[in-house]
């Protein structure tokens, strides 16, 4: 017990990191993923094609592969620095918004198409009938995925531990190292994370609830 009340205000600042990158990377990649749809179902060519191969590469390699490459490799070329926050946070987005872009693709396609045609009866242009009419409609549709692919990325940052970043399965290497106690400490922040993909499920369910279900 007193393991766990020594480490636990480290672990709690760890919480904190982690939630930190989890928030922003979340909001970019989702930012990022909606852009990737877009250029993903443009009628330009060339733009399908760059998308493509963005989201090909990034779902055909592993997460730590892409991280290394952010913070080690991009930081090699002496162009521009990243902090390994930084570059935790760019990563977790950037791979978060290539799965995204393949949700929302599917999201914005499911939509009928009788949909479309009647918008532009009405007088819609394409951004207003996307803005107004088939995203609102798709976002209800793919919520629960998208929640699910934010639960993946959560667990996703704990590999943040390996360039430095204090986040919590940093703070419970630490701990464990510090303490001996390497089973008591693990287990609590095996707890911690289970807590925390808990209540966002459960706030998952409150908001499909409200929005996707009624």
């Not at 970019?28 to 993903?40: C, E, K, N, Q, T």
């Not at 521009?80 to 935790?88: C, H, Q």
């Not at 993909?197 to 908001?207: D, E, K």
Request: no cysteine; proline share 2%; hydrophobic share 55%.
């Amino acid at each position: 017990m007193d393991t766990i009340k020594n480490a636990f205000p480290y672990l709690m600042e760890g919480l904190q990191v982690t939630l930190y990158i989890f928030v922003i990377a979340i909001i970019l990649g989702f930012l990022i993923g909606l852009l990737v749809a877009l250029l993903r179902l443009a009628p330009i060519k060339i733009l399908n094609w760059i998308a493509k191969i963005f989201v090909d590469a990034i779902r055909g390699t592993p997460f730590i592969v892409q991280l290394f490459f952010i913070y080690f490799g991009l930081n090699s070329l002496q162009i521009f620095s990243m902090d390994n926050t930084t570059a935790g946070i760019v990563t977790v987005a950037i791979n978060a918004g290539a799965y995204f872009s393949e949700i929302i693709r599917a999201g914005i396609q499911s939509i009928d198409k009788g949909q479309t045609e009647a918008a532009r009866s009405l007088g819609l242009n394409a951004t207003q009938n996307m803005r107004f009419i088939v995203l609102p409609q798709a976002f209800r549709r793919m919520l629960p995925t998208i929640t699910n692919q934010a639960i993946i990325s959560l667990k996703d940052t704990s590999l943040l531990s390996v360039i430095g970043i204090a986040d919590l399965t940093q703070e419970g290497r630490i701990q464990a190292s510090a303490t001996f106690d390497a089973f008591n400490v693990y287990l609590i922040v095996g707890v911690i994370y289970f807590v925390v993909i808990y209540l966002l499920s459960l706030l998952a369910s409150f908001v499909e609830r409200k929005f996707v279900l009624r």
